[in-house]
């Protein structure tokens, strides 16, 4: 089953969601609007609490994953995923925040207490370690992330564009039929 209660908590899904049959949603997870997750993207809720926007996209073999509370973490570490944004294909989001308009490159990793602010990009393959904050308005790559340079106004235009492109191809995917 892809959308699956834990420990009498279900999912939420907003209006015109698409969750691939292949993909797992479980717990304490809320996903906004027109928003996607694809093929193998497993999305657990269980431990702590997982809130992603409207017109975002979580896309294949992504993994998002919380901290609990306990005695080293009082208060665990939730994931927020903002709106507009792109996750590229097997990211690992564990425990962090992620602003608005953000696109986060394929295979990137980004740890617990992570603070990504709005309008950022991520490059392919990128760490950024635990309680680490982006600023934003720039482009960050490598392991460790570096802040490498500002973000051109068409790369800003981007975050739009993609978040768009996205809703489209998922409601095409859902004229098809899909059930999930």
């Excluded at 608005?100 to 980004?110: P, S, T």
């Amino acid at each position: 089953m892809t959308i699956r209660t834990f420990q009498g908590i279900a999912p939420t899904l907003g209006e015109r969601v698409f969750v691939d049959a292949s993909a797992v949603v479980l717990g304490d997870v809320e996903i906004g609007d027109d928003s996607s997750v694809w093929p193998q993207v497993a999305i657990r809720g269980d431990v702590n609490r997982i809130r992603i926007g409207a017109r975002s996209s979580i896309q294949d073999g992504s993994v998002l994953h919380v901290t609990h509370a306990g005695q080293f973490n009082p208060d665990g570490f939730a994931l927020t995923i903002g709106d507009d944004v792109t996750v590229g294909h097997k990211v690992t989001l564990h425990g962090c925040r992620i602003g608005d308009r953000v696109l986060v490159g394929m295979g990137a990793i980004v740890l617990d207490g992570a603070v990504v602010e709005d309008e950022v990009i991520i490059g392919a393959g990128s760490l950024v370690p635990p309680g680490k904050t982006l600023e934003s308005g720039y482009l960050y790559v490598g392991s460790p992330v570096k802040q490498a340079r500002a973000l051109s106004d068409k790369e800003r235009a981007f975050f739009a564009y993609s978040a768009a492109n996205y809703v489209k191809l998922k409601d095409q995917h859902l004229a098809e039929g899909f059930d999930r």
